[in-house]
Structure formats: C-alpha cells, structure tokens
C-alpha cells in the first residue's frame, strides 16, 4: 500500500506571497491532518480534515486554510507568508480521525525569505 | 494549560547501554498517547497507541508503558540505527485533538 505523498518536497518563497501545498492520503483513508514543525515549538495541529469537511482547527491565523476533495487528496494554503511561516508542513491520514492511529508522510519544507 | 512534556530533550548512550525517555502530560480526557520516531528530512513514523493507565506494547528493543501521568519508552540494548528523535503525543478526549510534545533526540554511539 502507498503511503502518504506530499507535494512540493521543497519550496522557497518570499514574505507576501501565497502558497500552496498538496497531499494525498493512504489508499480508504479519508480523515487529513496538518502540521506546522518548528525547531521552537515542535509539531503543532493546524487543522483536520474528513470527508471533505473541516472538523477540527488549531490556533493558526486565518492566513492558513484548507481543503479537501472528494477523492480524501487535500491542500493546505498560506496566504501573505511571513518570514515566521518558515517550517516543516506535514500531513498525516488516517481511517476515521484522531481516535486512530495517524500515518505521516515527508513533509514540504518550505522556506520564506 | 493542558502539556505534553518530553525528558531528555537529548540523550547520548553507548550500544547496548539501556535507557528510558519519558513523556508526562496534563491533558484532561485523555482518549489514546501516541509514541512516534522521527528521522531528519522525514515526517514521524508510529510506533505505539497505548490507552489505558497499565498497558505496555513492545515493538523490537523498545518497550512503551502508560500511568495516569506519564508514559514510558525504554530501549533495551540500543543499535546505532535507533538514533533519531522520538515524539510523544496525546489524543485530547473534549476537542479531539492530537498535542505533541518536542521530543527527545537520541544518539546511539558504536
């Protein structure tokens, strides 16, 4: 079974801009997580995503947003990146949600400058 | 504040030197902690669920058990390949969501 693909893996971007990251999930997994990882504040939970709903949000400005489609892929979006923004995204799928065990993939390192 | 606090933020061991990282938590309405191993560049991967204060799963050298505050995972006669950082993480029963700690970063010598 595939595992979790991210995409870009890599991403360079300057302060003001917007960007946009992608994942696709285990094959029957329809529950999407994400994650900011920083060396300061470690992994924390920007928001989850199921059935193409959000059912659950971290404490992230509304700057981050996401979605996701009816074949469980989703993307995460930031807006007016700031220098601050500079981390490891990464996503995590899983049959039903947080009650279960999440599977992670690689993570886009994405860098402002 | 509900924490997830991890002990040694760093532990060097020799191989074969035996040790244990802890995790302790203030989370009200715990419903599950994870245990994950993170390698550099790449995301997590799981290791453990525990659920209930008393449960302990094993898994190769590394054996994960859970109380009502902390939770335990102890490396017996560590590898080389065991270095990497290793994330604890509790499912929060009132919101559903998932607190990690920073981890512990192991160095397992020759």
């Known amino acids: 079974k595939a595992g979790v693909t991210q995409t870009p893996r890599y991403l360079i971007k300057t302060r003001g801009q917007q960007v946009t990251l992608s994942c696709s999930p285990i094959?029957?997994?329809?529950?999407v997580s994400w994650y900011q990882q920083t060396p300061g504040q470690g992994l924390q939970f920007l928001f989850e995503?199921?059935?193409?709903?959000?059912?659950n949000k971290g404490n992230f400005p509304g700057r981050f947003s996401g979605r996701q489609f009816s074949n469980s892929r989703s993307e995460m979006n930031v807006s007016t990146l700031e220098l601050g923004d500079s981390a490891l995204y990464l996503c995590?799928?899983?049959?039903?949600?947080?009650?279960?065990?999440?599977?992670f993939g690689p993570g886009t390192r994405l860098l402002v400058l | 504040e509900d924490q997830v606090t991890q002990s040694p933020e760093a532990l060097r061991l020799q191989e074969g030197e035996s040790s244990s990282l802890n995790c302790s938590y203030t989370v009200s309405g715990l419903r599950g902690l994870f245990w994950y191993r993170q390698d550099p560049g790449k995301g997590p991967e799981f290791l453990f669920t525990?659920?209930?204060a008393g449960e302990e799963k094993e898994k190769e050298r590394l054996k994960a058990t859970l109380t009502k505050k902390e939770s335990f995972l102890h490396i017996t006669a560590p590898k080389p390949e065991d270095s990497a950082t290793y994330l604890c993480?509790?499912?929060?029963?009132?919101?559903?969501?998932?607190?990690f700690g920073k981890g512990t970063r192991l160095h397992i010598l020759p």
């Open positions: 993480a509790v499912h929060r029963g009132r919101d559903d969501k998932i607190i």
């Open positions: 995590a799928s899983s049959t039903r949600g947080s009650e279960e065990t999440q599977y």
């Open positions: 525990l659920y209930s």
């Open positions: 094959s029957g997994h329809r529950s």
């Open positions: 995503y199921f059935s193409e709903t959000q059912r």
